[in-house]
């Protein structure tokens, strides 16, 4: 148990459906995580939100949207997706500052059909 | 352009013997380098860390060097087990306008044989 809470852990969907991840930390942490894991590729960092900020938007197509409504819970809906983006979504938290380990979430397996 | 490379995409180790994993970085602003483990459908699992005023951490089996003039980190596990078999990523962090930025190299799998 990291402290990072995602849902569901799979997820297969169809290009035209619209559906959500969901991630919760208890924490403490200010900054939160959107990676994505692809077979044979780093870890690539989607986004960023700082106490609720986006931060950072790593050039992630519009078709991945994301939503922190507060400093504990982050989203990423999802909506007409391509095959190629079935992975693995892992959500992390940490907190800001030297020094600071970043923790994830089990991951939510995500096919695309 | 990948920042953390890890370019060893697989090792593979006798039980009881020293696992060596390698890592190299390329941004000097970089100044807290960790290591996760993964088993497969599980997120990443940290496990040691080191900051760059330092140039070793211990902890239990694990060991961290950093060299920061080559830029490069290594993690040591000794004796290996069985049950470190998995993917290690390294990783190194920076901060950037109050939050941690994380890059992290494409992981190398340890397999200890028995």
């Known amino acids: 148990e990291t402290g990072v809470t995602q849902t569901p852990r799979h997820l297969v969907m169809g290009m035209t459906n619209k559906k959500s991840l969901k991630c919760e930390q208890h924490l403490g942490h200010n900054a939160m995580y959107w990676y994505k894991q692809s077979a044979k590729k780093p870890l690539e960092l989607m986004f960023v939100y700082n106490f609720k900020e986006q931060t950072e938007n790593n050039s992630v197509p519009s078709r991945f949207s994301p939503e922190c409504p507060n400093s504990s819970h982050l989203f990423l809906h999802l909506h007409t997706l391509q095959p190629e983006d079935s992975a693995l979504y892992l959500c992390?938290?940490?907190?800001?500052?030297?020094?600071?380990?970043?923790?994830f979430g089990e991951g939510s397996w995500l096919t695309v059909v | 352009d990948q920042q953390v490379k890890q370019n060893s995409p697989s090792l593979s180790v006798q039980e009881g013997r020293i696992s060596i994993l390698n890592c190299d970085y390329t941004n000097s602003m970089f100044d807290y380098f960790l290591w996760y483990k993964k088993y497969p459908a599980e997120g990443p699992t940290f496990l040691i860390s080191?900051?760059?005023?330092?140039d070793k951490n211990e902890d239990g089996r694990f060991t961290v060097f950093l060299n920061k003039s080559a830029k490069h980190l290594s993690l040591h596990i000794v004796p290996s087990q069985p049950g470190d078999s998995a993917v290690y990523f390294c990783a190194a962090s920076a901060v950037l306008y109050n939050f941690n930025k994380f890059y992290f190299g494409s992981g190398t799998k340890l397999n200890v044989k028995p």
């Open positions: 080191i900051s760059s005023i330092k």
């Open positions: 992390a938290s940490s907190q800001g500052g030297t020094g600071n380990t970043i923790y």
